[in-house]
T-cell receptor, first 113, second 115 residues
Framework: DGGITQSPKYLFRKEGQNVTLSCEQNLNHDAMYWYRQDPGQGLRLIYYSQIVNDFQKGDIAEGYSVSREKKESFPLTVTSAQKNPTAFYLC????????????FGQGTRLTVV | AQKVTQAQTEISVVEKEDVTLDCVYETRDTTYYLFWYKQPPSGELVFLIRRNSFDEQNEISGRYSWNFQKSTSSFNFTITASQVVDSAVYFCALSHTGANSKLTFGKGITLSVRP
C-alpha cells in the first residue's frame, strides 16, 4: 500500500539531546512537509521540500533541521536549541506544491522528560 | 500574507443533527486553493476536498457539503445527519499557486457527536 510512514509513534527525549524523526513515503511525491501541532494552535509549518537536495524554512524553523537526500525520505531533527519541543509532529507529502492534495503520516508524539 | 480563521473551537451536537463548520480566509492572490481536512483521534489528517478560487459551485458528497463564497471569503463545511464517526478535528486550509506553494491551516474545530 502506498502511503507515508512516520516513526516512531511515541518518542521521549531528555533535555539537551537531539532527536531525529523519520518520514518515508512511497507515493513518488516531489514535495514533503513537516508540521508541528500544539493544542489550540492548528498546524504550523516547520520545513518543506519541493525537490531532492532542496528545502525551505517554514514559519517555525528555529531549533529544527532537515535533509532531503532521497525523494522518499525527509527526516526532521529536533535539536537542543528548540526550547519547547514537546508536541505532535506530522509529516506530509504531495505530488508537487502545496496546492495539491497532501497525504499525511500518523504523526510522532515527542515528549521531553 | 495568507490567513485562515476558524472562529469555532469546539462544537458538540447530538447524532443526526446537522452541523456547519465555518472557515474564513484572507489572501491577496486572485488564484488560490481551499481545502478541508479531517483529523480523527488516530492523528492522521484525511483529505476531504480541494476547491480552486475560480470554482464557486457548491459541492455535495454524501452527507458532506461545502459552500464557497468569494464575496465573503468563506468556505463553510456542513455535515448533514451527523454520526458519532464524524467526531474529529476539522481543519480548513489555504494555498497559493506557483513555486514553493504551501498550505496555511486554520486552528481547527473539534467536533463531538454524541449518541
Amino acid at each position: 500500500d502506498g502511503g507515508i510512514t512516520q516513526s516512531p509513534k511515541y518518542l521521549f527525549r531528555k533535555e539537551g539531546q537531539n532527536v531525529t524523526l523519520s518520514c518515508e513515503q512511497n507515493l513518488n511525491h516531489d514535495a514533503m512537509y513537516w508540521y508541528r501541532q500544539d493544542p489550540g494552535q492548528g498546524l504550523r509549518l516547520i520545513y518543506y521540500s519541493q525537490i531532492v537536495n532542496d528545502f525551505q524554512k517554514g514559519d517555525i524553523a528555529e531549533g529544527y533541521s532537515v535533509s532531503r537526500e532521497k525523494k522518499e525520505s525527509f527526516p526532521l531533527t529536533v535539536t537542543s536549541a528548540q526550547k519547547n519541543p514537546t508536541a505532535f509532529y506530522l509529516c506530509a507529502s504531495s505530488i508537487w506544491g502545496g496546492n495539491t492534495e497532501a497525504f499525511f503520516g500518523q504523526g510522532t508524539r515527542l515528549t521531553v522528560v | 500574507a495568507q490567513k485562515v480563521t476558524q472562529a469555532q473551537t469546539e462544537i458538540s451536537v447530538v447524532e443526526k443533527e446537522d452541523v456547519t463548520l465555518d472557515c474564513v480566509y484572507e489572501t491577496r492572490d486572485t488564484t488560490y486553493y481551499l481545502f478541508w481536512y479531517k483529523q480523527p483521534p488516530s492523528g492522521e489528517l484525511v483529505f476531504l476536498i480541494r476547491r480552486n478560487s475560480f470554482d464557486e459551485q457548491n459541492e455535495i458528497s454524501g452527507r458532506y457539503s461545502w459552500n464557497f463564497q468569494k464575496s465573503t471569503s468563506s468556505f463553510n463545511f456542513t455535515i448533514t445527519a451527523s454520526q458519532v464517526v464524524d467526531s474529529a478535528v476539522y481543519f480548513c486550509a489555504l494555498s497559493h499557486t506557483g513555486a514553493n506553494s504551501k498550505l496555511t491551516f486554520g486552528k481547527g474545530i473539534t467536533l463531538s457527536v454524541r449518541p
